[in-house]
């Protein structure tokens, strides 16, 4: 995906950061330099206000009375479905429903389309690519239902094959579920062709967008996908909170996840009917602070602009994998060119454990993860158990890849 130079308004991560409170700390003694970002980023004082502000001033459950508070509550609880529903570009709100986390979302389409729609001997296609959270969900299925789990392989760079996707695809497949960009190696993957193949033998698509939401724009109605994943923790809004994009007509055929209050219409001793789209699928008293947070954190990444985000991403990429090429016995997973590939960058220094590095870069306030990275299956194919992962957003800038690579160099030294 290209960034429209016409769109490129350059941001300044230094400005940026001002607007999060927690780089006025030190850790060690030293700046924070926060690059675990595809694991979790941080908060906008804005979201941090939003949150507080509804707490302080109109706390109150939401869909229930008629008081103020909350129907306050209730409005802007909606109002943010309406942000991210804009955000990806679905065609209503009602095909938006809030769910604690990426997680979530992708078990509330396990339990509530697959457990109802699949017979044994049906096959499900996913990657070797994709995180726990888009494998395990699918095993629970395969156990329950006697279906078939596949695999698309990927290259030895990192990027997935696409010719053994087609020929992986059968009458049987009926559910496509794919991570469009890769916690461990950056990889974005061509969805758009992916979901065009699913559709020729007519299975559901489910696109994994946990990652990809963060830094790239998403429209659903291009993508022409059923379901799509995102966690608002890894886009600068509160822990506890993401959502799942489903197709309406998908939404209103689907058993309800989880029952109980607020997700019905009616209920006798004998019977129940369910409520309107999305509240099906919202059963009991939701996060409301949450999905709040969430909506004043599109807010913030809609005022900088999805475009221009990997834009100054692209830039930052482009700079620290030049960097970083350039230190001996430094291995570095996944493409190494900056084409349709995120600013995560997994590496492993040669004869030192991932975590050893982790903690010399602590020393040095700089915070980046290590370890599987959820992602067992794949870091089994392309022959690692752990690796040290780098992942940049908004705030990072150049010096922060400066003082990535002075540290990793300490860190050899440390270890020759
Ligand atoms: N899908 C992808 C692609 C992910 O990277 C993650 C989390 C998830 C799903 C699950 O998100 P959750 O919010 O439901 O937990 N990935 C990572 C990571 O790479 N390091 O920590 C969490």
Request: a negative charge; proline letters at 4%; hydrophobic letters at 40%.
């Amino acid at each position: 995906m290209a960034a429209r130079p016409d769109l490129c308004k350059t941001l300044d991560p230094h400005l940026i950061k001002r607007d999060f409170p927690i780089f006025t700390r030190t850790v060690h003694d030293k700046p924070l330099i926060y690059l675990d970002n595809a694991a979790t980023t941080q908060r906008p004082q804005s979201v941090i206000d939003a949150v507080t502000e509804y707490y302080r001033h109109y706390n109150a459950n939401v869909h229930r009375a008629v008081h103020t508070l909350s129907h306050e509550a209730s409005v802007a609880y909606e109002e943010a479905h309406k942000k991210a529903a804009q955000f990806i570009n679905a065609r209503s709100w009602r095909e938006i429903v809030f769910t604690r986390n990426a997680t979530e979302a992708i078990n509330l389409v396990a339990y509530a389309w697959g457990l109802h729609n699949l017979q044994p001997g049906d096959e499900i296609l996913i990657t070797i690519m994709e995180h726990h959270s888009d494998i395990v969900p699918w095993q629970m299925l395969r156990e329950l239902k006697k279906i078939q789990l596949k695999f698309v392989d990927v290259t030895d760079e990192g990027r997935l094959k696409l010719d053994a996707l087609s020929q992986l695809l059968t009458k049987r497949t009926k559910l496509v579920g794919v991570i469009y960009a890769s916690n461990v190696l950056g990889t974005i993957n061509p969805v758009r062709e992916i979901i065009t193949e699913a559709q020729r033998v007519g299975a559901v698509t489910v696109v994994d967008a946990a990652q990809a939401a963060p830094h790239l724009p998403i429209d659903v109605q291009a993508l022409g996908c059923d379901f799509l994943a995102v966690s608002g923790h890894k886009m600068l809004g509160p822990t506890g909170i993401g959502f799942l994009y489903g197709r309406r007509e998908l939404l209103e055929r689907m058993h309800p996840f989880l029952h109980g209050g607020d997700m019905i219409s009616t209920v006798t001793t004998e019977s129940v009917t369910f409520n309107e789209l999305p509240w099906k699928f919202e059963a009991g008293t939701p996060h409301i602070a949450g999905g709040i947070g969430l909506g004043a954190a599109i807010d913030y990444l809609a005022a900088l602009g999805l475009e221009n985000i990997y834009a100054h991403e692209q830039k930052i990429l482009e700079y620290a994998l030049e960097k970083l090429l350039q230190i001996n016995n430094l291995e570095i997973y996944g493409p190494k060119d900056t084409k349709d590939r995120l600013a995560v960058i997994s590496f492993n220094l040669r004869g030192v454990h991932p975590h050893d590095v982790a903690g010399i870069l602590d020393e040095a306030g700089i915070a980046v993860r290590s370890g599987h990275h959820c992602a067992q299956p794949l870091m089994r194919r392309l022959g690692m158990d752990n690796t040290a992962r780098a992942s940049f957003y908004i705030y990072n800038s150049e010096d922060d890849v400066d003082a990535l690579v002075d540290a990793l160099k300490t860190a050899q030294k440390l270890f020759a």
